[in-house]
């Protein structure tokens, strides 16, 4: 099983840009669907993107839809998240996760890692 560990949150002015990276650590991460979700204080943990083993089938919440994008570096055993045009209703914690299930069921998702705050002023 792999073990996650996000970086790269922060406090971004809304419009602003920031790059999330998501750090596995165990030799079977390419196996892995890789997945990121976010946590709003008093909100239940929701879907944000997703990415399949090679990169090459990916999906996103509507919310986020032609803002970010999800990426993966097999080699490096890091997952990624570009978000652009960020708007205060961003703010959240973020974490990243991995399953062998294209879904987008938080409940579907084991291990996770410890998350990372993204703040969005106004």
């Known amino acids: 099983q792999v073990q996650l560990v996000e970086s790269g949150g922060g406090l971004v002015q809304a419009g602003g840009s920031l790059r999330l990276s998501c750090a596995a650590s165990?030799?079977?991460?390419?196996?892995?669907?890789m997945g990121w979700f976010r946590q709003a204080p008093g909100k239940e943990r929701e879907f944000v993107a997703r990415?399949?083993?090679?990169?090459?089938?990916?999906a996103y919440a509507d919310s986020v839809k032609g803002r970010f994008t999800i990426s993966r570096d097999n080699a490096k055993n890091t997952v990624y998240l570009q978000m652009n045009s960020l708007k205060p209703e961003d703010t959240a914690v973020y974490y990243c996760a991995a399953t062998f299930k294209g879904t987008m069921n938080v409940h579907d998702y084991r291990p996770w890692g410890q998350g990372t705050q993204v703040t969005v002023s106004s």
């Open positions: 990415i399949n083993w090679s990169g090459g089938i990916t």
């Open positions: 165990g030799r079977t991460f390419s196996n892995y669907i």
